[in-house]
């Protein structure tokens, strides 16, 4: 079992940046590709940015295309996301997960899930 923590949520203004963390721990972390997806109040669970085990991202949807970053530091079991020039519409908990996948935007080839950093974008 892999055990994530996410961290780096908060209150910005519209425009403004934020790094998320999410912090691996259990079985070895660079054996799984990984992923954040968000939530926003009554809307289903999305995809939002992926790396594979060596580090190769997946295409980011067009939502956050230019603006988010997904990253990972596979010595310190930790997959990042930077975000910039935040909108009120990123607003969301933002999920980290571990996939056996080699690469998946997919949320149901996600096997383990952080339980979420709340994000909160400010007009």
């Known amino acids: 079992q892999v055990r994530m923590v996410e961290s780096g949520g908060g209150l910005v203004q519209a425009g403004g940046s934020l790094r998320l963390s999410c912090a691996a721990s259990?079985?070895?972390?660079?054996?799984?590709?990984m992923g954040w997806f968000r939530q926003a109040p009554g809307k289903e669970r999305e995809f939002v940015a992926a790396?594979?085990?060596?580090?190769?991202?997946?295409p980011y949807p067009d939502s956050v295309k230019g603006r988010f970053t997904i990253s990972r530091d596979n010595a310190k079991n930790t997959v990042y996301l930077q975000m910039s020039s935040l909108r009120p519409e990123d607003t969301a908990v933002y999920y980290c997960?571990?996939?056996?996948?080699?690469?998946?935007?997919?949320?149901?080839?996600?096997?383990?899930w952080g339980q979420g950093t709340q994000v909160t974008v400010s007009s």
């Open positions: 997960a571990a996939s056996r996948t080699t690469l998946s935007i997919r949320r149901a080839e996600y096997d383990y």
């Open positions: 259990g079985r070895t972390f660079s054996n799984y590709a």
């Open positions: 790396v594979s085990r060596s580090g190769s991202s997946a």
